[in-house]
């Protein structure tokens, strides 16, 4: 059994905290990937079709049997699918490539100036369509969802963004808190650049824990949603074990002053459609 907890979105729709994510996993590895996942009590995965391995995602859970309404599955539209018809179209090539029916959450990936509102229409249509179970952006800064927001007849439930303790994004967590748009964070581990950082060190040895797991429980108390990557079944057992333990507020701040605006990934205002 899963010790996951679920946290609601404003919509009703519950999502497991605690997801896996497969960017960068390669198709030949994602059935291996997702299998191990999910025999170790994930429930949440996160894909996108810029990644190219929803085909395996789709076929490892089939074959895990586990009941469908029992998962939590999210794609995303890349950043050539924008516009109305397109997006419409390549949520089709996904839910074709994953052999389901509806997903979990479907997200624009990018915010690609100028047509990201068209872009969002389509979402809206699929949602009340019931396609999908919830409709939600990636990489949108504060303004961005000011734009979304002003033409927008369903609100983001998620916006997922690069979060880890180089890069709080402070501004863009606050206006998603005031509008009750849940916050997810990509590359939760920094993509495991700091796994040798001092003050982690310390904490990971404070707490009898590894420093992944001191990373991923400072999102946990954020109250994020994180969904960090391994494809090895021990790391994905690991990164899981986060349930039975608490940092202190002091420690909380102490991870949280390791801030340095640090992005791995591109800007968001600086992603052009390719
Ligand atoms: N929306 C977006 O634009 C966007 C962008 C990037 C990522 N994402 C999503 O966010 C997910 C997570 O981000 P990410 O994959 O970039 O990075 P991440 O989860 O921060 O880090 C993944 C890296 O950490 C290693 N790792 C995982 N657990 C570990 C552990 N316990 N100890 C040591 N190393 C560990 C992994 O290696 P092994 O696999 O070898 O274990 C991999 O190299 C993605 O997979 C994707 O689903 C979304």
């Given at each position: 059994m899963t010790n996951i907890p679920l946290k609601t979105l404003y919509n009703g729709v519950s999502v497991p905290q605690l997801g896996l994510g497969v960017y960068k996993v390669p198709p030949e590895d994602v059935y291996q990937t997702v299998s191990s996942a999910l025999k170790a009590g994930y429930r949440h995965i996160d894909t996108a079709s810029?990644?190219?391995?929803e085909n395996g995602v789709g076929k490892a859970i089939k074959d895990?049997?586990?009941?469908?309404?029992k998962l939590f599955i999210t794609t995303k539209v890349w950043n050539?699918?924008?516009g109305y018809d397109r997006t419409l179209q390549a949520f089709e090539k996904s839910m074709e490539k994953l052999n389901?029916?509806?997903?979990?959450l479907y997200l624009?990936?990018?915010?690609?100036?100028?047509?990201f509102p068209e872009t969002w229409k389509a979402l809206e249509k699929l949602y009340k369509d019931g396609r999908v179970k919830a409709i939600g952006v990636s990489n949108f800064l504060d303004h961005h969802l000011q734009t979304l927001l002003t033409d927008a007849k369903i609100k983001p439930v998620v916006n997922q963004i690069e979060l880890h303790p180089k890069l709080i994004q402070k501004q863009t967590v606050e206006f998603c808190r005031e509008n009750d748009i849940a916050v997810e964070s990509w590359s939760p581990l920094g993509r495991a650049r700091y796994l040798d950082d001092v003050i982690l060190e310390k904490l990971a040895k404070k707490y009898d824990k590894t420093v992944a797991q001191i990373m991923i429980r400072w999102h946990i108390q954020h109250d994020f949603i994180v969904i960090p990557k391994s494809t090895k079944a021990k790391r994905q057992a690991e990164n899981m074990a986060v349930f039975d333990f608490e940092l202190s507020p002091e420690d909380m701040k102490q991870i949280d002053g390791?801030?340095?605006?640090?992005?791995?990934?591109?800007?968001p205002d600086e992603i052009m459609n390719k």
């Open positions: 810029y990644y190219e391995n895990s049997g586990i009941p469908r309404e050539d699918d924008h389901m029916d509806y997903v979990d624009i990936h990018w915010p690609i100036p100028e047509i390791m801030d340095e605006g640090f992005r791995i990934g591109s800007h």
